[in-house]
Nanobody, 123 residues
């Protein structure tokens, strides 16, 4: 089992940057693919980015964040990151990290979830 705790959210102006972190417990972190998702008020949770179990491995991005966000992981620290640059007001949402054995992009495919961290981008 994996427990996930996100951090790094906050309030930032449009065009600014934030780096989210997701710390995982458990010895098997390095065997899990990790994903970032977000949910804005009144909207469904949506895929943002995912990375395979291997550091520097396969990554996927939603079209809306491609070129602005970067997902990475440090298996020695049991942590996955989401570097968010050129933030826009439409990026405002609660951001969640999630884990599953194989990389995927669908909410329903992920087994473990963190509690989320709020990101607010002001115009």
């Amino acid at each position: 089992q994996v427990q996930l705790v996100e951090s790094g959210g906050g309030l930032v102006q449009a065009g600014g940057s934030l780096r989210l972190s997701c710390a995982a417990s458990g010895r098997t972190f390095s065997t899990y693919a990790m994903g970032w998702f977000r949910q804005a008020p009144g909207k469904e949770r949506e895929f943002v980015a995912a990375i395979s179990w291997k550091s520097g491995g396969t990554t996927y991005y939603a079209d809306s964040v491609k070129g602005r966000f970067t997902i990475s992981r440090d298996n020695a620290k049991n942590t996955v990151y989401l570097q968010m640059n050129s933030l826009k007001p439409e990026d405002t949402a609660v951001y969640y990290c999630a884990a599953r054995p194989w990389i995927a992009t669908q909410v329903s495919e992920y087994n473990y979830w963190g509690q989320g961290t709020q990101v607010t981008v002001s115009s």
